[in-house]
């Protein structure tokens, strides 16, 4: 079992930054890739930046350039620095990691954290 726990949201004025934590812990070492998505009302969950075990990243198009993802193996944490934030990317971001193909390719959730851009 994994659980996640995401940090770091909060209301900001556009062209500012956050940076989001999401902190791993359980099963840790069958963890593979670990990725934030958002969700905005009316919207989809969408994939934002994800991140392999061995630190090959992947951006949305919408955050490329703006979002850095990055991770601290010996703290079991994820960032995602935001920079540069537009009100289309308030939304809820949540936190998500997968595992091992000997672990059943599991998803786990965390329970999300508010962004809010301010025009």
């Known amino acids: 079992q994994v659980q996640l726990v995401e940090s770091g949201g909060g209301l900001v004025q556009a062209g500012g930054s956050l940076r989001l934590s999401c902190v791993a812990s359980?099963?840790?070492?069958?963890?593979?890739?670990m990725g934030w998505y958002r969700q905005a009302p009316g919207n989809q969950r969408e994939l934002v930046a994800d991140i392999t075990s061995g630190g090959s990243t992947n951006y949305a198009d919408s955050v490329k350039g703006r979002f850095t993802i990055s991770r601290d193996n010996a703290k079991n944490t994820v960032y995602l620095q935001m920079n540069s934030l537009k009100p289309e990317d308030t939304a809820v971001y949540f936190c998500?990691?997968?595992?091992?193909?000997?672990?059943?390719?599991?998803?786990?959730w965390g329970q999300g954290t508010q962004v809010a851009v301010s025009s």
């Open positions: 359980g099963s840790i070492a069958s963890i593979n890739l």
């Open positions: 998500n990691a997968k595992t091992s193909m000997s672990e059943h390719f599991r998803a786990y």
